[in-house]
């Protein structure tokens, strides 16, 4: 027995060994795998490493059998078996790389399960902890999908029945949904129509809690749709059948998503949900251009699928709401929406917008059986009425009742009834009606009132369509012209004619004024179309035109043979700069078997701005087997002939231009031989070698093919003098040479590229009596690869040396820019003739600069100099000399300095220069300082002011500029002899009626001043009668766009005015500016010359006030009464006891300064030239003379006697400036001869 029990706990010991053995050893691992893979053919791979109590290692583990296909390179499983004694699994790994799984395409459908809604959940006796789980690269393949993973990593916990999973990540996951037939769908699988659409619940086995899913990287393709997701986030806590807390976040290239929300999915999947999403600039880019980049929506739904309330905010480019409730549990689809929106704009950004739609509301309510649709808004375009539009209306899934579509503006409306079918064809039957509509609105040159009706039919069956107006009726005025517009059209498709157009007019009859068009036919099966014209005022069709046409329009025979006849004549035709005097055109043109015929266009003058052709003649006629053109006219600046043959065979056009005579303004051109020409089917062209000869200048072009997709084309220009070129210089500048030039031009795909080269023999430019020779003048351009090259190369012993290399890299892009500059001594008396009011330029430029950047933001460095510099002006305002400038530039940057002499003065140039912003040419802001200091420079206008100026200015540069400094005085000498128009002040009272005020805007700088003006000691006036220095300091002031103002005061030193014919010595004299210059202040106190007055009486005049309203008052000393004061002031004595005739002689003095204007705007007026009134002599002896030239150089003046009967006449002649012969008739005659000369002191 004991023996027996021992055999027993033997064997007991011995199994347990080797169950020990085969489950707890690997070698036992390994046995036991061999034996199932061995016995089970499905199954293979690799047991490496591992046992029961802690894991295994798989390589090459596969499962194959009629339903599945499974493969993973390596499997790490990594557990702790021994924890299952306290009911726990925690494992440590779960890792496949390279795995895949598919299904078979033969796969039958899987059969749906029962149904688990009342399912259990699952009790799991275990707590399952998973440390790491990672998959590389797996891949899912079946009939309905491919799903490539490249990596998941995750963690997982099942504690108590719940599922956490704290952290996942997944990166590069691509979704492939393969394109299959639908099989359709049973009627009788199908809910009855009015029943409600039931869900089945669903519930989760057990509760599962996602922390947080990462993927990056994402891929959604289905046929053409392919979105990229380049990252999601999603969370969420489910229990049963509730899912809440749930977020998910996305990043599309279209969009970024947030939604939050929960949902119960039981019943009717109550919900509720917010998503908010940010449109970025590719969504629909193609369509709208990135319009919608940046617009915001919110989207909130709440309630269940049995009834949702939705609510959508849009703000951004597009600013609108929608909300409203469907249903789409239910068969029809309930719904009940209103969209309202804001102001929205077309294009959606910029400016200006096309159209606008403003305020406005859209409602849908019903369902796909059957809704009610309603539309309210107002619609604006530029320069154009606001128009409201109303639309009511019904519809269902096959068809739209459009009850009332109203177009309305404050005086006029159109509305729309009609019916649209879609249901086997589409269909739409309707009826539009004007009420007082005025196309002026629209088009302004055409106001007027139109009412009418039109009826409308169209119809679309298998691609066929018919469009049928049965009823045209419109009456009403344009322009005060009647318009009436009567008749019935139809067209539809007619693929068997040559025109795959079948149309029928019947009785179309269209009046304007006295302008009427009729047309009555048909162009089907036969073809008898007859249209006539009789516009005997086309002024009443459009202001614009003028003048007459009539005509008629015939077309008979059938589709495959027509004949067409035509004729067009007017007297003339005026529109708006084109004038056509006496035109006509007729013609008739048949088809058999071969379409023939001729045509005939002729016009005895036609007028525009810029180019008159007299007895224009055009005439075409024969068949396709052989026809001619010929084409002449007369004129300016260009006229000529041309004749030209052709044939149509096996579908491609041959012809020949046998003559072609062009006269320009640069001559004579003729083609040499005839021009041999022909054109395929497909419009691609070949053309023979050609030359275009014009005395000894010749074009040749060499034999050219052409096509919309590639062409190319060689040239060559030889003996081309510049003579030819004449009507187009200066009048006295003339170009001495010949210019060759050879090119050539290609193009593949729209692609094109350009090579030319300009080259002249050594010339001479000429201007009066400047001349300058030059010996090489060569011009490269080389246009390959999106890449522009450029070179210009020019010498001349006499105006120096250039060297320009310029090279734009990727033209229509980037515009990437390089090249140098190298100028040597480049002369620029040349210029001179091509600068207005410059009668002589000198000096030499020499530049050397490398050219970086883009052509919109260029950067140049390198030196630019300016030496021996000089120039003159044809009104000798300044005379410049010896200017020196020199400007070194670094990138965007420069740096300036220089001198010259302006006269006998030296002015100071430099500074800093900035270029900044981008560069065109209309705009190039500059930021940088700039300084300007001189000494005594020259300036002057001739019979004006000669001044001597020493400025010290500074200049800054940028988004404001600024100009602030000193300029100093020393010296100038002011002679005005006559007040300039620009000066005489206009009546406050008067009315200007102008376009514009250039007064006001030269008032306004577009920078800020402030510079202090300082008048040295040597300042001379001599103006109406003033003669006296000046002194003072005056503080200029300007802020941008705003009037000059002045602070400070100008004194007059040792003043003399002569007033009311008498001398005034000035004792004290100010002009006081504080504010505009305009309106100074003045202090003014002016005596009679004590030796002009027979006694020590002190009289004189002070004035005090503004410029335009000045106060004077005349005072003496001693006191004496007005009468008195004014006799000293005039007269240098007092009135001598009641004296009349002094006066008389003091009103006389008066009168004849105040009218003297008068009598000289008279006198010019009726033809004579510095016509003047004033007086000569004293007491008894006063005269009053008048005074004109009635010739250059011829003067004669009449002088009356005040007090006697004794009047004078002289003549005086001038024989050269200053010299002047005088014949004097009177009490008694005299011929003098006088020459006149002024002393003036020298200058300190």
Known sequence: MRKALYSVAGVFVLIMLILTTLLFSHSGNVFIWNQFSQRIDALNGELIDGQLMSGWTMKNLSWQDDSVYFYAETIRLS????????????????????????????????????????????????????????????????????????????????????????????????????????????????????????????????????????????????????????????????????????????????????????????????????????????????????????????????????????????????????????????????????????????????????????????????????????????????????????????????????????????????????????????????????????????????????????????????????????????????????????????????????????LTVDKLFVVVGKNTLSANGELADRWNMKAKLNATALTEIHPDLSGAVQGYFNITGNAQAPTIQYQLKSPQILFQQFNLTEFQAEGKITQDKQIHGQTQITLSELLTDDLQLNNLNIQASGSEQKHQMTLSAEGKPISGSVNMQGSWKNKQWQGQLSHAALNTPIETWSLEKPLRISVDQHLNAKLSGQCWVSGEARLCIDDTKLSDQKGSARFQLAQFNFKRLSPFLPSDTSWQSTLSAQGQVHWLDNEPSISLQLETTPGTLSSGELSFDYNQLKLLLNFQNQRLNSSLQFQSNQLGVANVNVAIDDIQSQRKLSGNLDLSKLRLDFLAPFIPDISSLDGALSAQAKLDGTLDKPRIYGDLLLNQGALTTNTDIASITDLTTRLKITGNKGVIDGHMMVGEGKLDIGGELDIGGELSWQDMPLSGNVTIKGDRIQFQYPGLLKVKVSPDLQFSLGKSMVLSGKVVIPWARIEIQDLPKSAIKVSDDAIIISNDSPEAEQDKAPFNMKIEVVLGDDIKLDAYGLTTNLEGRLLLTQETGHSLEGNGSIQLIEGRYRYLGQDLLIKEGNIIFSGPLKSPYLVIDAIRNPIMVVDDTLVGIKVSGTVTQPDWEVYSQPVMSHQEQLSYLLRGKGLEGGNNSALQSILLNVGINRFGGVVSTVGEAIGFSDVTLDTEGSGSDTQVTIGANIRPGLRLSYGAGVFTAISEVKIRYELMPKLYLQAVSGLAQAVDLFYQFKIEPTEN
């Not at 375009?381 to 519809?395: D, E, F, M, N, S």
């Not at 009706?453 to 012209?481: A, H």
């Open 79 to 502: 557990w702790q078996l021994s924890a299952l004694l306290d009911k726990k699994l925690p494992i440590q790994l779960i890792e496949i790389e390279d795995s895949k799984l598919l299904l078979p395409s033969n796969n039958a459908e899987p059969s749906s399960p029962e149904d688990d809604s009342s399912a259990s959940p699952l009790d799991i006796p275990l707590d399952i902890t998973i440390e790491h789980i990672r998959i590389n690269s797996f891949k899912f393949e079946s009939s309905v999908a491919t799903v490539d993973l490249g990596s998941l990593s995750t963690d997982a916990q099942l504690v108590q029945n719940k599922l956490t999973l704290n952290k996942s990540t997944i990166d590069q996951l691509h979704i492939l949904i393969k394109d299959s037939e639908q099989t359709p769908t049973s009627n009788s699988s199908q809910p009855a129509a009015d029943s409600p659409i039931t869900l089945p619940p669903m519930h989760l086995p057990i509760p599962i809690q996602l922390g947080a899913l990462h993927l990056t990287n994402g891929i959604y393709h289905q046929s053409s749709i392919k979105e990229e997701i380049s990252k999601l986030h999603l969370s969420f806590n489910g229990d049963s059948s509730q899912i809440n807390d749930i977020q998910l976040d996305i990043e599309h290239g279209m969009a970024s998503a947030s939604l939050k929300g929960s949902i119960d999915l039981s019943g009717n999947y109550p919900l509720n949900a917010s998503l908010n999403a940010r449109i970025h600039k590719p969504f629909l880019e193609k369509e709208l251009h990135g319009a919608l980049d940046g617009e915001h929506l919110t989207l909130t739904a709440s309630g269940d699928l049995a009834q949702l309330q939705l609510s959508l905010d849009a703000q951004g480019p597009v600013t609108a709401n929608l909300h409203g409730s469907v249903s789409p549990l239910v068969q029809d689809f309930p719904f009940d929406l209103i969209l309202n929106w804001k102001d929205l704009n077309w294009p959606l950004t910029g400016t200006p917008s096309l159209i606008s739609v403003n305020q406005g509301n859209l409602s849908l309510a019903g369902s796909l059986q059957g809704y009610d649709i309603q539309l309210n808004s107002g619609v604006e375009i530029p320069r154009q009425p606001p128009i409201h539009v109303q639309l009511q209306g019904a519809g269902d899934l096959n068809q739209l009742t459009v009850e009332q579509l109203l177009l309305k503006e404050p005086e006029s409306h159109l509305t729309l009834q009609g019916h649209l079918n879609w249901k086997e064809s589409i269909h739409w039957q309707g009826k539009t009606t004007l009420v007082d509509v005025n196309p002026g609105l629209w088009a302004p040159a055409i106001p007027g009132k139109l009412n009418g009706v039109i009826d409308s039919d169209f119809t679309l069956i298998n691609n066929q369509w018919q469009v049928t107006i049965p009823t045209l009726k419109i009456k009403g005025k344009l322009r005060e012209y009647p318009v009436n517009v009567s008749g019935k059209l139809m067209a539809k498709q007619a693929s068997n004619n040559p025109i795959p157009i079948a």
